[in-house]
């Protein structure tokens, strides 16, 4: 049991800055963006093969964050040129935007590591140097303290980000955006800006699980958005979305809730690690669908 | 004639579906002169193109032909977030103007930064809170008590009292009303109406009011434009304006239009 809370917390800690970026585009920016799934391994591919190379660990995880974003901006560009014409609520563009994405980034992210899959065995993560430089021997508990505190800072980055004035405009763009543009917002610019800070925060979750499992793999992407979005959604259902502060703590919480789940699923004798997309597959769905059934059943 | 806000439009053409069975000509060489601080009340049976020449003038769409000029700026090749910075506008749709799961001051918040460069400063700084406050006692709804409500959970009225104070924070050279009172109940249209013609007095804003309703574009304004196929073709200001009368409004569009009313609605109205 101990085990599967400490693999639940490293795992839900790491891929948190997934959930974060998930929320960003889905819920502040209402742009379901499907680039996820490949700015995971481009920011994971770009660490790797920085780290191979003699690169500071710290600089190659910064790089890989920045190469997420161009990522995102590169969406956010499609976006642009495919949605002339149809209204703010259409999401065909933005689905399409980000298949393009992903599907181009397969053949640049395997450019970018030279090989589908680049080893890290020799390598020290970001947490070895930390907890050498702190003298802690970084046993999984400490690894996660240590993740804990990066995520916290991110949160509070963000809280502050989401305040400022231009954080209140990406706010209203997700919410309403004739409205921001008729008050003299470029939402181009602004969208653009937005699915950057997203995809880079899933490239930071690329670049630390790469460091944390020991390799870039280029199958590691898939199903990343819907992993995800099953953080997103389990935090907003459990722990509630008063303000916008709280909602990036509940979703986060969620990540962890959710990497549990994973981890007990696959303590059941009969589901073999390969069923995992599946188990995530149904544990989405579960999360997604309750709230429909739970109104249906109460109106009965 | 003085202060800012003097709108010109010249052959504005704009065809939507075109070179299709429904190709529309919602403005067909529409041009009008209106003057810094004019109040004018525009009226038209549906698909006139009064919806089709505020769009227009904000630049939601480009139009195929003509003009748009804003004192000595031309805006007819601008885009609408440029165009923002000197127009406010409210929709008719209470929702439209407002950022649901926003908080109140967060709402004006962002209107008062209309046209301006948003950074990294902090968007509600304590001065801006102070102001907001004293902006939205101004509106005598109460909701200076509650500055950090969701504008989700306030009523369709109070919505519209918030995107108009919220479209005209910032004082801009024009204001567009798109029949912003006619999804409201009546006794909350007055006094969303009352609330404009207060505001607009106040800050002597050029307004431009889109309305179906005879009565109120006769009792409003300085000036009143009549719409039919894509044209003006009524302008009456003045005392010709104050001398008018619903009926000879009437007859007055058979007179120049020469057909029926088009819209059963404007009559009943």
């Known amino acids: ?298 109106r009965s | 004639m003085t202060g800012t806000g003097g709108l010109r439009v010249e052959g504005a053409v704009k065809v939507f579906f075109t070179g299709t069975p429904n190709e529309v000509r919602a403005l067909d060489g529409l041009s009008l002169d209106m003057r810094p601080g004019d109040f004018v009340t525009i009226i038209g049976s549906n698909g006139a193109g009064k919806s089709t020449l505020l769009n227009a003038v904000a630049g939601t769409f480009p139009i195929d032909h003509g003009e748009i000029w804003l004192d000595d700026k031309e805006l007819t090749q601008r885009p609408e977030h440029l165009r923002a910075q000197s127009i406010g506008r409210v929709f008719q749709d209470p929702r439209a103007g407002t950022a649901p799961s926003l908080s109140i001051e967060e709402n004006l918040c962002l209107a008062m930064l209309r046209g301006k460069r948003r950074g990294l400063a902090r968007g509600l700084s304590a001065s801006r809170r102070a102001s907001v406050k004293g902006q939205l006692s101004q509106l005598g709804m109460g909701l200076e008590e509650r500055p950090r409500s969701a504008v989700a959970k306030l009523s369709g009225g109070q919505r519209q009292a918030l995107s108009l104070l919220m479209a005209t924070i910032t004082r801009p050279q024009l204001l567009l009303l798109d029949e912003h009172t006619a999804a409201l109940d009546p006794k909350v249209a007055a006094t969303i109406m009352d609330l404009t013609t207060q505001i607009v007095t106040r800050e002597r804003l050029t307004t431009l009011m889109v309305t179906h309703n005879m009565e109120l574009a006769l009792s409003r304004g300085n000036r009143l434009m009549m719409m039919h196929a894509g044209r003006v073709i009524l302008d009456v200001a003045g005392a010709d304006k104050s001398s008018l009368t619903v009926p000879e409004l009437v007859r007055k569009f058979h007179e120049v239009a020469g057909e029926t009313l088009a819209s059963d609605r404007m009559l009943l109205e």
């Open chain 1, 1 to 298: 049991m101990e085990g599967i809370l400490a693999i639940g917390f490293e795992q839900g800690l790491l891929y948190s800055f997934l959930v974060l970026g998930v929320f960003f585009t889905f819920r502040v920016l209402d742009f379901p963006d499907l680039t996820v799934d490949g700015s995971l391994v481009l920011g994971a591919g770009a660490t790797a093969i920085l780290v191979t190379n003699g690169v500071s660990v710290f600089l190659a995880t910064g790089v890989g964050v920045i190469a997420g974003a161009c990522a995102g901006v590169v969406t956010g560009l499609i976006h642009i040129l495919l949605k002339s014409g149809s209204s703010d609520t259409n999401y065909g563009p933005k689905l399409i935007a980000g298949i393009l994405t992903t599907t181009a980034l397969y053949s640049i992210n395997l450019r970018v590591m030279g090989r589908s899959n680049v080893p890290l065995l020799h390598e020290k993560s970001m947490f070895d140097h930390i907890g050498d430089l702190i003298s802690v021997n970084m046993t999984r508990w400490s690894l996660v303290l240590g993740l804990l505190v990066i995520a916290l800072l991110v949160k509070l980055v963000l809280d502050w980000f989401l305040h400022t004035e231009l954080g209140l405009a990406m706010q209203a763009l997700g919410d309403n955006e004739q409205m921001i543009r008729s008050l003299g917002v470029n939402t181009n610019r602004v969208r653009i800006l937005g699915l950057a800070i997203a995809n880079g925060l899933v490239a930071l979750t690329g670049g630390l699980v790469a460091q944390q499992q020991g390799y870039a793999d280029i199958g590691m992407g898939f199903g990343a958005l819907v992993a995800g979005l099953g953080g997103v959604i389990i935090g907003e259902v459990v722990f509630g979305m008063r303000s916008i502060r709280w909602v990036l703590f509940s979703v986060m919480a969620g990540s962890i809730v959710y990497r549990i789940l994973v981890a007990v699923g696959l303590r059941i004798d009969w589901i073999r690690p390969t069923d995992l997309k599946l188990l995530t597959a149904v544990l989405v769905l579960i999360a997604l669908a309750t709230p429909t059934i739970r109104s249906r059943v109460v």
